[in-house]
């Protein structure tokens, strides 16, 4: 079974730029999470989309948004790209029932110059 | 408000010694304990996991004691290996909530 699948896997924007990422969960999986990594603040809960709908939602600004598709794929984006975004973005996904771990894909790094 | 507390920041360990990590948290509304281990270049791992109903799982080298009362768990690593070397993050989260809260994480270094 193929795991979770993020591109791209590196990335380097601008400040004020827009960025969409990319994530493909475990076939069957219908919850996806997204994190953010940073060797400051660690890893921290973005957002989680289930069945097309935003479960839960972390304490970030409203620049990051994210939607789920039909086949449980989802993106993540990032508007006005600010130099604090620079970290690695990580994908978690789940079957969406309880009891269930989460299994993360390899990230995207992003780097804002 | 950090509501899982881990430490060390990092620790070394000779080959063959025991690896302890200590996590501590605040909300009691958790009930689901997991571990991750992440090596540079990875995405983190799910290692073992644990419920506040038992106090203690083992699996392999891996151990997770826990102390409900005292809002403590820890994760300890028998026999400890150079390929143990990783990054260790302590988690928490509510039964049928994909929102992990993570700790701050341990690296370790296992001299070979």
């Known amino acids: 079974k193929a795991g979770v699948t993020q591109t791209p896997r590196y990335l380097i924007k601008t400040r004020g730029q827009q960025v969409t990422l990319s994530c493909s969960p475990i076939s069957g999986h219908r919850s996806v999470s997204w994190y953010q990594q940073t060797p400051g603040q660690g890893l921290q809960f973005l957002f989680e989309?289930?069945?097309?709908?935003?479960?839960n939602k972390g304490n970030f600004p409203g620049r990051f948004s994210g939607r789920q598709f039909s086949n449980s794929r989802s993106e993540m984006n990032v508007s006005t790209l600010e130099l604090g975004d620079s970290a690695l973005y990580l994908c978690a996904s789940s079957p969406g029932t309880p009891n269930q771990p989460q299994h993360f894909g390899d990230g995207t790094r992003l780097s804002i110059l | 408000q950090q509501q899982v507390k881990q430490s060390p920041q990092s620790l070394i360990v000779q080959k063959g010694g025991i690896s302890i990590i200590n996590c501590a948290y605040e909300?009691?509304?958790?009930?689901?304990f997991p571990w991750y281990q992440q090596f540079p270049g990875k995405g983190p791992a799910l290692l073992i996991a644990?419920?506040?109903?038992?106090s203690e799982k083992k699996e392999g080298r891996f151990t997770i004691s826990f102390n409900k009362s005292a809002k403590q768990f820890s994760l300890h690593i028998m026999d400890s290996q150079p390929g143990d070397s990783a990054t260790y993050f302590c988690a928490a989260s509510k039964v049928g909530d994909d929102k992990i809260i993570f700790g701050k994480g341990t690296r370790l270094h296992i001299l070979p």
């Open positions: 909300n009691t509304a958790f009930d689901y």
């Open positions: 989309y289930f069945s097309e709908t935003q479960r």
């Open positions: 644990i419920r506040p109903d038992v």
